[in-house]
């Protein structure tokens, strides 16, 4: 996964045709860190399909409340350089994301 800092969102994310997962966690986040080794499984099982990215929001607060993600975790997917898809800590799923995923890059 793409480690994302301000210096690099905008290239990897924005400025980018297709579709890109972001992961917006931080290391004082239980639950992030929980979920940590299955986004990590989610983004390997679909190399390829899509940009796989994550972002410390510890330290890149300002980018994180730019993309009004104000709760951890959160998880957004990109197409073209537009957020299509949030979930948050209460709709995070795999499957669901899966799902999401396959339409996307239907």
């Known amino acids: 996964m793409i480690e994302l800092v301000k210096e ?29 080794p299955e986004i990590e ?14 972002l410390d929001t510890a330290g890149n607060k300002r980018l994180a409340i730019s993309q009004k993600v104000m709760g951890l975790p959160t998880m957004v997917f990109y197409k073209n350089g537009e957020k299509v898809q949030v979930y948050d800590a209460d709709s995070i799923n ?13």
């Open 94 to 106: 795999i499957d669901t994301m899966q799902a999401k995923l396959e339409e996307l890059i239907g």
């Open 8 to 36: 690099n969102f905008d290239e990897e994310v924005l400025n980018h045709q297709g579709v890109v997962f972001v992961d917006f966690w931080s290391p004082k986040c239980g639950p992030c860190m929980e979920l940590m």
């Open 41 to 54: 499984a989610f983004a390997a099982k679909n190399e390829g399909k899509a940009k796989f990215c994550k």
